[in-house]
């Protein structure tokens, strides 16, 4: 008898605070461990060799949410990460991920699976530091310092949102400037250079 999923995976908060009409669970994976997506590894024709594609991408607001089979819940490094990779929705579906061109994908995205149903993609919360500045030019300035360390940052609201990590610490301490730890979504701007990998710390 296959060994049970791991607890992570069995989540059902999201799931329940999900969209509309996302449809009762599938035969789960037994063996998929969180995180949501997984890069290829060891086996890996083998089984994505059960499973159905992603092939398609669109955009948020450009689908209705309510026609989603399942959610998918993906980190911003998740979100960000290059190549095909298998994921597990928050209902237990098992897919591929493998669209053309590997593109970043954001909260509200759809996935579209080869059979035509559609996946929600939903940004997990993550640790974040939220920056705050008494004028937009200090609010500016520190986006600039944090942006020539290529960082990735997140701006609106008239605050700034970084993930939780040294670097970044280091930035705004050095700088004096008013910041507080939050938990949520990461969606952070694209630039015009690359980025530091979520992961690694280094530029990708």
Same mark, same amino acid.
């Given at each position: 008898?296959?060994?049970?999923?791991? $607890?992570?995976?069995?989540?059902?908060? !999201?799931?329940?605070?999900?969209?509309?009409?996302?449809?009762?669970?599938?035969?789960?994976?037994?063996?998929?461990?969180?995180?949501?997506?997984?890069?290829?590894?060891?086996?890996?024709?083998?089984?994505?060799? +059960?499973?159905?594609?992603?092939?398609?991408?669109?955009? /948020?607001?450009?689908?209705?949410?309510? /026609?989603?089979?399942?959610?998918?819940?993906?980190?911003?490094?998740?979100?960000?990460?290059?190549?095909?990779?298998?994921?597990?929705?928050?209902?237990?579906?098992?897919?591929? +991920?493998?669209?053309?061109?590997?593109?970043?994908?954001?909260?509200?995205?759809?996935?579209?699976?080869?059979?035509?149903?559609?996946?929600? !993609?939903?940004?997990?919360?993550?640790?974040?530091?939220?920056? /705050?500045?008494?004028?937009?030019?200090?609010?500016?300035?520190?986006?600039?310092?944090?942006?020539?360390?290529?960082?990735?940052?997140?701006?609106?609201?008239?605050?700034?949102?970084?993930?939780?990590?040294?670097?970044?610490?280091? !930035?705004?301490?050095?700088?004096?400037?008013?910041?507080?730890? !939050?938990?949520?979504?990461?969606?952070?701007?694209?630039? $015009?250079?690359?980025?530091?990998?979520?992961?690694?710390?280094?530029?990708?």
């Amino acid at each position: 008898m296959p060994a049970p999923a791991p $607890a992570a995976v069995r989540r059902t908060a !999201v799931a329940a605070a999900g969209p509309r009409g996302v449809g009762p669970a599938s035969p789960r994976l037994s063996g998929i461990p969180a995180p949501a997506c997984r890069p290829d590894g060891e086996g890996a024709a083998v089984v994505e060799a +059960l499973l159905p594609r992603a092939t398609s991408l669109h955009r /948020a607001g450009a689908w209705q949410e309510d /026609a989603a089979r399942d959610a998918v819940v993906l980190s911003y490094a998740d979100r960000s990460r290059l190549g095909r990779r298998r994921c597990l929705g928050e209902g237990g579906l098992a897919f591929v +991920l493998d669209l053309p061109g590997a593109p970043v994908l954001h909260d509200g995205d759809g996935l579209e699976l080869e059979d035509g149903s559609l996946v929600l !993609v939903r940004a997990a919360d993550e640790p974040l530091v939220e920056v /705050a500045a008494a004028t937009p030019d200090q609010l500016a300035r520190i986006a600039w310092h944090l942006g020539s360390r290529r960082l990735p940052c997140e701006i609106g609201g008239g605050r700034l949102r970084i993930r939780d990590e040294p670097d970044g610490l280091r !930035v705004l301490e050095r700088l004096g400037a008013r910041f507080a730890r !939050v938990r949520a979504p990461f969606d952070p701007d694209g630039g $015009a250079g690359p980025m530091r990998d979520p992961d690694r710390g280094r530029s990708a």
